[in-house]
Protein backbone atom coordinates (compact mmCIF):
# COMPACT_ATOMS: atom_id res chain seq x y z
CA UNK A 1 0.00 0.00 0.00
CA UNK A 2 1.51 3.14 -1.03
CA UNK A 3 1.77 6.04 1.78
CA UNK A 4 -0.59 8.93 0.25
CA UNK A 5 -3.39 8.07 -2.33
CA UNK A 6 -4.50 10.46 -4.62
CA UNK A 7 -6.80 10.02 -7.79
CA UNK A 8 -5.18 11.08 -11.05
CA UNK A 9 -8.11 12.82 -12.48
CA UNK A 10 -8.15 14.21 -15.19
CA UNK A 11 -10.97 16.59 -13.87
CA UNK A 12 -12.20 19.17 -16.00
CA UNK A 13 -14.66 22.00 -15.07
CA UNK A 14 -16.35 24.99 -15.80
CA UNK A 15 -14.78 28.37 -15.00
CA UNK A 16 -16.45 29.67 -11.56
CA UNK A 17 -16.69 25.64 -10.19
CA UNK A 18 -15.86 24.99 -6.85
CA UNK A 19 -13.06 22.77 -7.22
CA UNK A 20 -12.30 19.67 -4.21
CA UNK A 21 -9.02 17.73 -4.58
CA UNK A 22 -8.41 14.90 -2.29
CA UNK A 23 -5.54 12.51 -0.85
CA UNK A 24 -5.76 9.17 1.44
CA UNK A 25 -2.78 8.29 3.61
CA UNK A 26 -2.24 5.44 5.63
CA UNK A 27 0.60 6.55 7.81
CA UNK A 28 -0.71 7.98 11.17
CA UNK A 29 2.94 10.05 12.03
CA UNK A 30 2.11 12.44 9.37
CA UNK A 31 1.67 16.32 10.75
CA UNK A 32 2.42 18.31 8.23
CA UNK A 33 0.41 18.73 5.05
CA UNK A 34 0.81 20.22 1.63
CA UNK A 35 -0.54 21.41 -1.24
CA UNK A 36 1.77 21.76 -4.79
CA UNK A 37 0.60 23.23 -7.69
CA UNK A 38 2.70 22.09 -10.76
CA UNK A 39 2.09 23.63 -14.10
CA UNK A 40 2.96 21.83 -17.22
CA UNK A 41 6.83 21.17 -17.89
CA UNK A 42 7.65 23.57 -14.69
CA UNK A 43 8.92 22.30 -11.01
CA UNK A 44 5.75 21.96 -8.09
CA UNK A 45 5.51 25.33 -6.15
CA UNK A 46 3.87 25.17 -2.45
CA UNK A 47 0.69 26.46 -2.44
CA UNK A 48 -0.65 26.16 1.02
CA UNK A 49 0.51 23.85 4.39
CA UNK A 50 -1.39 22.84 7.31
CA UNK A 51 -0.11 21.38 10.62
CA UNK A 52 -1.95 18.74 12.24
CA UNK A 53 -6.06 18.70 11.76
CA UNK A 54 -8.21 21.80 10.79
CA UNK A 55 -8.78 24.38 8.00
CA UNK A 56 -7.07 26.70 6.33
CA UNK A 57 -7.77 29.38 3.90
CA UNK A 58 -5.95 31.39 1.88
CA UNK A 59 -7.74 33.19 -0.83
CA UNK A 60 -9.86 31.47 -3.38
CA UNK A 61 -8.28 27.78 -1.62
CA UNK A 62 -8.71 26.30 1.45
CA UNK A 63 -7.09 23.09 2.70
CA UNK A 64 -8.65 20.68 5.49
CA UNK A 65 -6.81 17.95 7.30
CA UNK A 66 -9.14 15.37 9.11
CA UNK A 67 -6.18 13.42 11.02
CA UNK A 68 -8.84 10.67 12.35
CA UNK A 69 -9.89 9.66 8.93
CA UNK A 70 -6.48 10.55 7.75
CA UNK A 71 -8.11 12.48 4.82
CA UNK A 72 -7.07 15.63 3.50
CA UNK A 73 -8.61 18.54 1.07
CA UNK A 74 -8.07 21.20 -1.05
CA UNK A 75 -11.09 22.98 -2.39
CA UNK A 76 -10.68 25.94 -4.86
CA UNK A 77 -13.55 28.19 -5.23
CA UNK A 78 -13.92 30.66 -8.34
CA UNK A 79 -12.00 28.40 -10.62
CA UNK A 80 -10.15 30.13 -12.88
CA UNK A 81 -8.56 28.79 -16.25
CA UNK A 82 -5.31 29.98 -14.82
CA UNK A 83 -5.68 27.35 -12.13
CA UNK A 84 -5.71 24.81 -14.86
CA UNK A 85 -2.61 22.34 -13.14
CA UNK A 86 -1.62 18.89 -11.91
CA UNK A 87 -1.96 19.10 -8.11
CA UNK A 88 0.24 17.38 -5.75
CA UNK A 89 -0.47 16.67 -2.27
CA UNK A 90 2.60 15.66 0.50
CA UNK A 91 3.01 14.87 3.90
CA UNK A 92 5.70 14.55 6.60
CA UNK A 93 5.91 13.46 10.09
CA UNK A 94 6.78 15.82 13.30
CA UNK A 95 10.57 15.81 13.19
CA UNK A 96 11.02 13.82 9.54
CA UNK A 97 13.40 14.45 7.15
CA UNK A 98 11.24 13.26 4.05
CA UNK A 99 8.00 13.76 2.39
CA UNK A 100 5.93 11.82 0.74
CA UNK A 101 3.88 13.11 -2.53
CA UNK A 102 0.77 11.69 -4.04
CA UNK A 103 0.53 11.16 -8.00
CA UNK A 104 -1.38 14.45 -8.38
CA UNK A 105 -4.42 15.62 -10.36
CA UNK A 106 -4.95 16.82 -13.06
CA UNK A 107 -6.98 19.74 -13.47
CA UNK A 108 -8.49 22.04 -16.42
CA UNK A 109 -10.73 24.76 -15.88
CA UNK A 110 -12.50 25.61 -19.00
CA UNK A 111 -13.34 29.25 -20.12
CA UNK B 1 18.17 35.42 -6.29
CA UNK B 2 18.09 32.60 -8.68
CA UNK B 3 16.34 30.19 -6.28
CA UNK B 4 16.77 26.42 -7.26
CA UNK B 5 18.27 25.60 -10.16
CA UNK B 6 19.36 22.34 -12.26
CA UNK B 7 21.81 21.71 -15.48
CA UNK B 8 21.42 20.47 -17.54
CA UNK B 9 17.34 20.79 -18.81
CA UNK B 10 17.44 18.11 -21.13
CA UNK B 11 19.79 15.43 -22.16
CA UNK B 12 19.48 12.28 -23.93
CA UNK B 13 21.78 9.17 -22.81
CA UNK B 14 22.49 5.46 -24.60
CA UNK B 15 22.50 2.74 -21.90
CA UNK B 16 25.74 2.29 -19.99
CA UNK B 17 26.88 5.87 -20.10
CA UNK B 18 27.32 7.64 -17.28
CA UNK B 19 25.80 11.44 -16.30
CA UNK B 20 25.76 13.83 -13.36
CA UNK B 21 22.95 16.09 -12.88
CA UNK B 22 23.86 19.25 -11.31
CA UNK B 23 21.55 21.30 -8.31
CA UNK B 24 22.24 24.65 -7.15
CA UNK B 25 20.27 26.71 -4.87
CA UNK B 26 21.51 30.28 -3.09
CA UNK B 27 18.99 30.59 -0.49
CA UNK B 28 21.56 29.09 2.22
CA UNK B 29 18.91 26.15 3.19
CA UNK B 30 20.29 22.57 4.91
CA UNK B 31 18.22 20.00 3.51
CA UNK B 32 18.43 19.30 -0.22
CA UNK B 33 16.49 16.25 -2.21
CA UNK B 34 16.49 14.90 -5.62
CA UNK B 35 13.12 13.28 -7.13
CA UNK B 36 12.24 11.83 -9.84
CA UNK B 37 9.00 11.69 -11.34
CA UNK B 38 7.29 9.28 -13.58
CA UNK B 39 3.51 8.97 -15.21
CA UNK B 40 0.85 7.27 -12.33
CA UNK B 41 3.99 7.01 -9.87
CA UNK B 42 4.42 10.77 -8.49
CA UNK B 43 7.51 12.44 -6.99
CA UNK B 44 9.54 9.59 -5.97
CA UNK B 45 12.66 10.50 -3.57
CA UNK B 46 15.94 9.41 -4.82
CA UNK B 47 18.36 10.54 -2.23
CA UNK B 48 18.49 13.82 0.15
CA UNK B 49 20.87 15.41 2.43
CA UNK B 50 20.32 16.97 5.69
CA UNK B 51 23.55 19.23 5.60
CA UNK B 52 26.83 19.69 3.43
CA UNK B 53 28.77 16.12 3.83
CA UNK B 54 26.06 14.75 4.50
CA UNK B 55 23.54 11.72 2.27
CA UNK B 56 20.78 9.35 2.85
CA UNK B 57 19.14 7.44 0.87
CA UNK B 58 15.29 7.75 0.06
CA UNK B 59 12.82 5.78 -1.82
CA UNK B 60 14.12 4.54 -4.64
CA UNK B 61 17.98 4.92 -4.17
CA UNK B 62 19.24 2.23 -6.86
CA UNK B 63 21.21 2.92 -9.14
CA UNK B 64 22.32 6.28 -7.99
CA UNK B 65 24.73 8.50 -6.27
CA UNK B 66 25.01 11.50 -4.70
CA UNK B 67 27.51 14.11 -3.05
CA UNK B 68 26.90 17.38 -1.20
CA UNK B 69 30.56 18.74 -0.93
CA UNK B 70 29.24 22.47 -0.66
CA UNK B 71 25.97 23.45 1.03
CA UNK B 72 24.58 25.00 -2.22
CA UNK B 73 25.61 22.25 -4.35
CA UNK B 74 23.72 18.62 -4.49
CA UNK B 75 24.91 16.22 -7.76
CA UNK B 76 22.65 13.22 -8.74
CA UNK B 77 25.13 10.71 -10.83
CA UNK B 78 23.89 7.80 -12.78
CA UNK B 79 26.92 5.36 -13.13
CA UNK B 80 25.78 2.70 -16.05
CA UNK B 81 22.33 4.36 -17.27
CA UNK B 82 19.41 2.32 -17.92
CA UNK B 83 15.93 3.19 -19.71
CA UNK B 84 14.28 2.56 -16.36
CA UNK B 85 15.76 5.98 -15.50
CA UNK B 86 14.15 7.67 -18.33
CA UNK B 87 11.76 10.47 -16.01
CA UNK B 88 11.92 14.17 -14.90
CA UNK B 89 14.30 14.61 -12.10
CA UNK B 90 13.65 17.54 -9.91
CA UNK B 91 15.58 18.75 -7.33
CA UNK B 92 14.35 20.78 -4.01
CA UNK B 93 15.72 22.31 -1.07
CA UNK B 94 14.38 23.66 2.41
CA UNK B 95 15.42 24.76 5.55
CA UNK B 96 15.85 23.02 8.84
CA UNK B 97 13.22 23.67 11.80
CA UNK B 98 14.73 24.12 15.76
CA UNK B 99 14.32 20.54 16.24
CA UNK B 100 16.28 19.60 13.18
CA UNK B 101 13.96 18.13 11.02
CA UNK B 102 12.78 19.80 7.58
CA UNK B 103 10.49 22.49 6.68
CA UNK B 104 7.45 21.88 5.53
CA UNK B 105 8.19 24.44 2.15
CA UNK B 106 10.25 22.74 -0.15
CA UNK B 107 11.73 25.04 -3.32
CA UNK B 108 11.86 23.27 -6.58
CA UNK B 109 14.01 23.36 -9.52
CA UNK B 110 12.79 23.48 -13.01
CA UNK B 111 13.62 19.76 -13.86
CA UNK B 112 15.95 17.87 -16.00
CA UNK B 113 14.55 15.32 -18.27
CA UNK B 114 16.24 12.35 -19.20
CA UNK B 115 16.18 10.32 -22.11
CA UNK B 116 18.01 7.20 -21.71
CA UNK B 117 18.17 4.70 -25.58
Known amino acids: QKEVEQDPGPLSVPEGAIVSLNCTYSNSAFQYFMWYRQYSRKGPELLMY????GNKEDGRFTAQVDKSSKYISLFIRDSQPSDSATYLC???????????FGTGTSLTVIP | NAGVTQTPKFRVLKTGQSMTLLCAQDMNHEYMYWYRQDPGMGLRLIHY???????AKGEVPDGYNVSRLKKQNFLLGLESAAPSQTSVYFCASSYSTDSGGARETQYFGPGTRLLVL
Open chain 1, 90 to 100: AMSGNTGNQFY
Open chain 1, 50 to 53: TYSS
Open chain 2, 49 to 55: SVGEGTT
